[in-house]
């Protein structure tokens, strides 16, 4: 289906796929076949998978390789620092952080909270958007989203996110 849904793009294949409403259940069968569906992806030439359940993910899905990086919070307010570092009931502390990623809306961007992030996260998206589809328009927070990555580059703390990449980048911004 993948293949499919690259159809719609003719000039510019897609890169990796995201995969909204990933189930948060804490049993083995989603696990699995998020599991599947990421080989499947990765199979066929697509990095990077994100998985996005909109809150803190079980234990389970941070040790099997579920996607590329699971969102842990997707929110009208900015994450406390417990919810990014993963020290939830069964969560994902014990893992790599830039495996985990965040979703701000409806909110200004808030440089403090930003940092936080970039801490404990690999890929961060802010915007300021509401409604029924604050998605529907391209953040106003964009540049200052990049402008923190540069930054961020700047004082060395660039980071491998892609295995397949030789160069060191900085976290991402969705």
């Known amino acids: ?29 989603p696990v ?16 990077p998978i994100i998985g ?5 993910q079980p234990e389970r899905y941070f040790s099997n390789p579920v996607a590329d990086c699971i969102i842990i919070s997707e ?8 919810v990014l570092q993963g020290n939830t009931a069964g969560g994902s502390s014990d893992y790599n ?4 990623g965040v979703i701000v809306y409806g909110q200004a961007f808030n440089n403090a909270n930003v940092e ?4 404990y996260t690999g890929l961060i998206y802010t915007t300021t958007a509401t409604g029924a589809n604050p998605y529907a328009v391209v953040s106003p927070d964009l540049e200052k989203l990049l402008q923190s990555v540069v930054a961020s580059q700047s004082v ?16 991402s911004v969705l």
Do not use: E, W
């Open 75 to 82: 929110d009208l307010n900015y994450p406390t620092q417990a």
């Open 97 to 100: 952080p830039r495996g985990r």
């Open 1 to 29: 289906q993948a293949q499919s849904y690259a159809t719609y793009y003719p000039t510019a294949m897609p890169d990796g796929y995201f995969i909204d409403r990933v189930s948060a259940v804490d049993t083995q069968p």
């Open 116 to 119: 936080l992030m970039r801490q």
């Open 156 to 171: 060395g703390l660039g980071i491998k996110i892609d295995p397949n990449n030789d160069g060191l980048i900085a976290p």
């Open 32 to 47: 699995d076949a998020m599991v599947a569906t990421t080989r499947a992806l990765h199979g066929q030439g697509f990095y």
């Open 52 to 56: 996005n359940a909109g809150a803190a």
